[in-house]
């Protein structure tokens, strides 16, 4: 049984034209490649966030400059502020006084130890029901996974207190990064924020 033969397809009317073969090339409509749908960004975005969690960086080196044993830890942050910062806890949803606080001016700073964490700037709504950053200060929160695996615990490097989780992926800011923080884990600074510091992702 013979190979079935395969024709290339006709030429195009514009390519046969004596008219359009005339024109000069700026009168001829110019073709801009597709870039990427909607669905190809998503998948884009998936994957990176896939590889942070899979790969998230090597944070053995990561020493906490502040120390205090657990009984001043409980002595100096409420019960609740102990629970999550110390013991990985969460607060309630809608429950913290950030989730709806926007200041124009201003920064976030660690509640156990006052390291600065976030700019006000950085803060956003994304209705999930606690503070929510898409950058934060270079240096000032590192990532590891989390005990069961599935997520991405944020941490104060200066205490190493719990803050929080980060999520990737969700298109809600330019950065595509989601830090849902408990507000008991922050205190907000109505003062100039610090100079020369430079926001960054961790994803």
């Known amino acids: ?3 079935a033969s395969h024709n290339p397809p006709p030429p195009s ?11 000069p090339a700026a009168a001829l409509p110019s073709v801009k490649p597709a870039g990427p749908g909607p669905l190809a960004r998503w998948l ?3 994957a990176r966030w896939l590889r942070a969690l899979a790969q998230p960086p090597d944070v053995s080196n990561v020493r906490a400059a ?8 409980r002595r100096l942050l409420s019960p609740l502020a102990y629970a999550v910062m110390r013991q990985q806890k969460t ?4 429950s913290g006084e950030y989730d709806a606080l926007f200041p124009e001016e ?8 006052s390291r600065p964490l976030y700019s006000a700037q950085a803060k956003f709504n994304s ?3 606690w503070p ?16 069961d695996g599935s997520r991405a615990e944020i941490l104060c490097a200066s205490c190493h207190g719990h803050l929080g989780h980060v999520f990737a992926g969700e298109g809600l800011t330019p950065t595509d990064e989601r830090h849902c923080v408990n507000s008991v884990s922050i205190v907000y600074d109505a003062t100039a924020p610090p100079e020369k510091v430079r926001e960054v992702m961790l994803t």
């Open 132 to 147: 929510a950053f898409d950058k934060c200060y270079a240096g000032a929160v590192f990532m590891k996974r989390d005990r």
């Open 13 to 23: 009317e514009e390519a046969t034209s004596p008219y359009f073969a005339s024109l």
């Open 44 to 46: 884009a975005r998936q």
């Open 1 to 3: 049984m013979g190979s």
């Open 106 to 113: 201003g920064f976030f700073k660690c509640a156990a130890c």
């Open 127 to 129: 209705g999930c029901g």
């Open 91 to 94: 607060e309630a949803p809608f």
């Open 66 to 73: 502040v120390h205090r044993t657990e009984a001043e830890w």
